[in-house]
């Protein structure tokens, strides 16, 4: 991924940054299916670092936009609808998120029926290898406290604010949602 | 072009115009928000971006505006918003069903629900925080100490495992993976650039983390003040003076608060330090001892609001006799001082002794701003004295650091 820039710029820039900006956000995409997990370490690392200087790490999924020429590169790959895990700027608003996991009302269900009936219009909400392309990086990302863990202690209110794009405050819906699993178990 | 000329017939085929005609007349300034949904229909279908770069770049750039003959650059979703249910319920004809529409619509929004809803949409939430207990903390504590202690930086680039477990410090697998495939120089920049963050409540829960990351790794206590660091909302009763938070002892640090001059103050105690009943309050003493002297050389500063319950011998009530600025040292009070400042440069700065660009040092002269190096000369471990510092600007702070404590404050 060219972006015109090295991650040591980056992290040069942030470290300026925190020092001079109230609020500093970085966005992090990961999942691309040519990134290895040595990548996806390195940008870890940095991650990690950047977050201790006070940065608001947004790690964001790889969106498979239709006009991008990734896509059109891999677009005949065998893709996946995967609903437990959308990427960030596929969620539409419609889903009950929590503790890193995606659950679909059935009031709503219609909608992601026809999304899925229409990869080709809706390509970001798909993805490419969801087995051992997207999930490890995701537990890997989950381990490190980017994203919500089951069973971990989150603090959330107004009194926090920090590092991680997903935050949703759970209504009673919570309870009943299912955490992103195998995408073999069913 | 094509897809632009079909895109305003899509709209119009669903009905959405006919639904949206009936609530938004053109507006005084002329305003079309029939062909503002057009042209955000048009922009998602065909290539989908964020609203500031349809407005700067895609509608500039496409025949969008020749289509509709229309600037649209004022454009604004929010008037559309409004009318959210009443669209989820209309019967709009033919193609879309309404609840198709309504996720068209929401989807085209990223303002609708900032926080506090039951999902992530657009704006991304931000109120998600991990207690630091439950991570793994190795890599921040290894770059840490480093950007404290040279040497332990040159063991790190070295060998980083070793490094780490020659401090105690305990990485997991993946931590250890991670220093392990990260090139020396990449290990040097970050110990570098990594930084406490300066004040700012936004980010008061990375400040604490780093704070007591610092203390758990450097075996010092550190004390922020809510004045400088915004720390107010870490703990929502920390309006108590000198309450204590000491959960596991063998866990981290020990956090205490009080309240000094109006402004919370948090101090971080590693166990070690905390083992000893007298040294925070010994910290803290000497920090009311140096406020006082600064408060009492300013007509109508405020004064001392508040002293710890156990106050050291020789206080006197709520207040402690200001001793001269070359022997601010309490007795019993083994903290030595270091000058700095509360600047993004703070902890990178301390260990040699050094203000950043942005300090002016005792003397008046002023470090290097413009090429961000500490001006070692220009300020000087002062051992066991305390001496006030005063950095320009509104945010006053002084830093005060030593084997023992690391502090800051606003004047």
């Known amino acids: ?186 | 072009m094509g897809r632009m000329l079909a895109g305003p017939r899509a709209v119009e085929s669903t009905g959405l115009d006919d639904f949206w005609q009936q609530k938004f007349m053109p507006s005084r300034k002329g305003t079309n928000w029939i062909n503002v949904l057009k042209t955000l229909v048009c922009y998602r279908l065909i290539d989908p971006g964020s609203e500031w770069r349809l407005h700067r770049h895609w509608f500039d750039q496409s025949a969008m505006g020749d289509l509709l003959d229309e600037d649209m650059r004022i454009a604004d979703l929010d008037k559309l918003l409004a009318h959210k249910t009443e669209l989820q319920s209309a019967a709009l004809p033919r193609t879309l069903s309404p609840s198709t529409a309504a996720w068209y619509l929401h989807s085209m929004s990223a303002k609708e629900e900032p926080s506090g809803s039951t999902t992530i949409v657009g704006g991304r939430p931000m109120r998600r925080a991990v207690e630091v207990s439950d991570l793994p903390q190795g890599v921040e504590r290894i770059l840490t100490l480093a950007a404290l202690n040279q040497r332990f930086r040159t063991d790190l680039l070295r060998d980083p495992i070793a490094a780490a477990q020659s401090q105690g410090i305990v990485l997991d697998a993946v931590e250890s993976s991670l220093l392990r495939a990260a090139r020396p120089e990449q290990l040097a920049a970050m110990a570098d650039r990594i930084v406490i963050p300066r004040s700012s409540d936004r980010r008061a829960f990375v400040k604490t983390v780093s704070a007591s990351i610092v203390a758990m790794v450097t075996g010092k206590a550190i004390m922020l003040c809510s004045g400088c660091t915004g720390m107010d909302t870490w703990r929502r009763d920390a309006a108590t003076p000198l309450g204590s938070d000491t959960g596991n002892a063998d866990a981290g640090p020990v956090q205490q608060w009080m309240d000094l001059n109006g402004y919370t103050c948090y101090l971080y105690l590693p166990t070690a330090v905390a083992a000893n009943p007298t040294l925070g309050h010994d910290v803290m003493a000497a920090l009311h001892a140096m406020l006082a002297s600064t408060s009492s050389a300013r007509a109508g500063a405020p004064s001392i609001v508040r002293s710890v319950p156990s106050p050291p011998s020789g206080d006197a009530g709520h207040s402690f006799a200001a001793p001269a600025p070359s022997s601010m040292r309490l007795p019993g009070c083994t903290t030595r001082v270091a000058l700095g400042c509360s600047c993004s440069r703070m902890n990178t700065s301390f260990p040699r002794q050094g203000a950043c660009g942005k300090c002016v040092p005792p003397s008046g002269r002023a470090g290097s701003r413009s090429s961000g190096k500490r001006s070692d000369e220009s300020i000087s471990l002062t051992g066991a004295q305390w001496r006030p510092w005063r950095a320009p600007g509104a945010l006053s702070c002084a830093m005060v650091s030593s084997q023992d404590v690391i502090a800051f404050w606003r004047e």
Request: aromatic share 12%; glycine share 8%.
């Open chain 1, 1 to 186: 991924v060219t972006k015109g820039f090295t991650a040591e710029q980056a992290l040069e820039v942030l470290s300026e940054a925190v020092g001079i900006f109230p609020s500093v956000d970085a966005f992090y995409m990961w999942g691309f299916p040519f990134e290895s997990m040595a990548d996806l370490q390195e940008s870890l690392l940095q991650m990690l670092v950047v977050r201790a200087m006070g940065v608001r790490i947004l790690p964001s999924l790889l969106s498979l936009l239709p006009q991008t020429a990734l896509y059109q590169e891999i677009r005949d790959a065998v893709q996946l609808f995967f609903p437990g895990l959308f990427p960030e700027y596929m969620l539409t608003g419609h889903e009950v998120c929590a503790d890193g996991g995606v659950t679909i009302a059935d009031e709503h269900r219609p909608i992601y029926d026809f999304i899925r009936d229409n990869p080709r219009v809706f390509p970001g909400f798909f993805h490419v290898d969801v087995k051992h392309n997207v999930l490890p990086k995701y537990r890997l990302l989950q381990q490190f406290g980017f994203y919500p863990k089951p069973g971990r202690k989150e603090l959330t209110g107004s009194e926090i604010e920090c590092c991680g794009a997903h935050s949703p405050e759970v209504g009673s819906v919570a309870a009943s949602v299912a955490h992103p699993a195998d995408p073999d178990s069913g």
